[in-house]
């Protein structure tokens, strides 16, 4: 039993090193993780692992990475996006590469020696990317493809992409930079349309990772633009009575004074004069101040 155990360990590290790296991971927002291989379990990306041939990308929800491919390629991929590294061979004359989009969004700019030997022969070299709908080669450029339940598209950042439904591989159209294709299931690729510099800001934005000091930008930002803060709101303690005296404005009217002692012969202004002041307790509810005043005499 233990050298069966040792044997499949010995196997599994040998897989491991003879595994081809064909880039590494070099920006990072939120959870990914990668599925050697395409097996479970899933490995957690950080920052500077290793990509493998065969591997599939895995982005969750409002997390991105980017991976710089061995020509200098470099690959950013949106969240809630999975992609198969299905081929990748590189050398001084060569270049051959299959991403497969399953789900979601996936940038590529192509690196200018790579862009170099695809010029040079279209036929031998190429760097594609694929969805179910659609496959988007490049003529020397910066683009990006997404895929949906119903359909894929292509926006061409700089230089040219070629695009066909594989169902449909006769019907071969090119996409300018500033364009845009939508592929649906069963149709050859729509006419491309321009974009406004809008929509491939936001496209760009959608694969890019982000730094902390980015988003924490971006909270500010917002905050102060929007006046909403993303923070819990702390909760307040009931102010004491005396607290809400000082801080609500007293009103400048002066309670009246009344007489309550009728005089009906001369005063005596030596007697010295009594008043009574009572003060009614204050409420909770409010500030209502009621003063009675009385006096042996007239005070006028």
Same mark, same amino acid.
């Given at each position: 039993?233990?050298?069966?155990?040792?044997?499949?360990?010995?196997?599994?590290?040998?897989?491991?090193?003879?595994?081809?790296?064909?880039?590494?991971?070099?920006?990072?927002?939120?959870?990914?993780?990668?599925?050697?291989?395409?097996?479970?379990?899933?490995?957690?990306?950080?920052?500077?692992?290793?990509?493998?041939?065969?591997?599939?990308?895995?982005?969750?929800?409002?997390?991105?990475?980017?991976?710089?491919?061995?020509?200098?390629?470099?690959?950013?991929?949106?969240?809630?996006?999975?992609?198969?590294?299905?081929?990748?061979?590189?050398?001084?004359?060569?270049?051959?590469?299959?991403?497969?989009?399953?789900?979601?969004?996936?940038?590529?700019?192509?690196?200018?020696?790579?862009?170099?030997?695809?010029?040079?022969?279209?036929?031998?070299?190429?760097?594609?990317?694929?969805?179910?709908?659609?496959?988007?080669?490049?003529?020397?450029?910066?683009?990006?493809?997404?895929?949906?339940?119903?359909?894929?598209?292509?926006?061409?950042?700089?230089?040219?992409?070629?695009?066909?439904?594989?169902?449909?591989?006769?019907?071969?159209?090119?996409?300018?930079?500033?364009?845009?294709?939508?592929?649906?299931?069963?149709?050859?690729?729509?006419?491309?349309?321009?974009?406004?510099?809008?929509?491939?800001?936001?496209?760009?934005?959608?694969?890019?990772?982000?730094?902390?000091?980015?988003?924490?930008?971006?909270?500010?930002?917002?905050?102060?633009?929007?006046?909403?803060?993303?923070?819990?709101?702390?909760?307040?303690? =009931?102010?004491?009575?005396?607290?809400?005296?000082?801080?609500?404005?007293?009103?400048?009217?002066? =309670? =009246?004074?009344?007489?309550?002692?009728?005089?009906?012969?001369?005063?005596?202004?030596?007697?010295?004069?009594?008043?009574?002041?009572?003060?009614?307790?204050?409420? =909770?509810?409010?500030?209502?101040?009621?003063?009675?005043?009385?006096?042996?005499?007239?005070?006028?």
């Amino acid at each position: 039993m233990f050298a069966l155990i040792i044997l499949i360990l010995s196997l599994f590290y040998l897989n491991v090193a003879n595994a081809e790296e064909v880039g590494k991971v070099t920006a990072l927002q939120g959870v990914v993780d990668i599925l050697r291989e395409g097996k479970a379990p899933a490995v957690t990306v950080k920052i500077n692992d290793p990509v493998y041939l065969n591997d599939i990308i895995r982005t969750k929800t409002d997390s991105r990475v980017e991976i710089t491919f061995r020509d200098g390629t470099v690959v950013k991929v949106a969240p809630r996006s999975r992609i198969d590294i299905k081929e990748y061979f590189t050398d001084a004359h060569s270049l051959r590469v299959t991403l497969n989009l399953q789900r979601g969004k996936v940038g590529a700019h192509i690196s200018k020696q790579s862009v170099e030997k695809i010029k040079a022969s279209p036929q031998a070299n190429r760097f594609e990317i694929k969805t179910p709908i659609v496959v988007a080669g490049v003529r020397g450029t910066n683009y990006i493809v997404s895929h949906y339940l119903a359909y894929s598209t292509v926006t061409v950042i700089t230089g040219r992409v070629y695009c066909y439904n594989p169902q449909i591989p006769e019907k071969v159209i090119e996409v300018e930079a500033g364009q845009l294709t939508v592929i649906k299931e069963g149709t050859p690729p729509s006419p491309p349309r321009k974009l406004t510099p809008s929509e491939i800001q936001r496209e760009q934005r959608d694969i890019t990772p982000t730094i902390a000091e980015e988003r924490e930008k971006e909270r500010i930002d917002k905050t102060m633009i929007l006046g909403v803060s993303e923070e819990k709101p702390s909760v307040q303690t =009931p102010s004491p009575i005396y607290e809400k005296i000082i801080i609500q404005p007293f009103r400048e009217t002066t =309670p =009246p004074i009344t007489e309550t002692t009728q005089v009906t012969e001369p005063l005596n202004i030596n007697e010295p004069l009594n008043i009574n002041v009572s003060l009614q307790s204050i409420e =909770p509810e409010g500030i209502n101040l009621n003063y009675k005043v009385s006096a042996n005499r007239d005070i006028n």
